[in-house]
């Protein structure tokens, strides 16, 4: 519930102003035992990560508009900024679908195999916006057993590396 309230929280202030004192990235992190496969879903605001972004490549971008260019350039930053681990495993992220919803940018990966087990052990560095903004939040939030139940990894600050055991 406590999850729903901030979530609620991070959307209301996005609703309503066009500059946005919060900055946060959300990733939800669902594991499908039917086909071993995670899906991983980030919502930033693409303002963040577009200027970020520019400031990285020194050029002029529109993240607003998905061109195959723009998509490149999200992935590859997200695959520098964030590391999965499960089970001593790393997870490999391919890219899926990049779309913007308002002043949210979403990004969907999906990651390879893992065997499913009765606990998961997950080792994460997670360092997306951490170096542009000193404030910077990031959840990112666990599904390992299709249930709802999601176990939820915050990383403030000067965090950048978290691990957690999930047992069913």
Known sequence: MKHYFFLLVFLSLTA?????PLK???CDVKYHASNQRFTLKFKFFWDDLQATL?????KKLTLTQITPENSRLIADFVRRQFDLKVNNSAISLTHVRSEVQDVVLMVEFSGESLAPAPSYAI??????LMAAFSDQYNIVRFDFFGDGNYETLRFERAERHLTKNVKR
């Open 16 to 20: 309503f102003s066009p500059a946005h």
């Open 24 to 26: 946060m990235c959300v």
């Open 54 to 58: 520019e400031k990285e490549t020194g």
């Open 123 to 128: 080792d994460l560095r997670n360092e997306i």
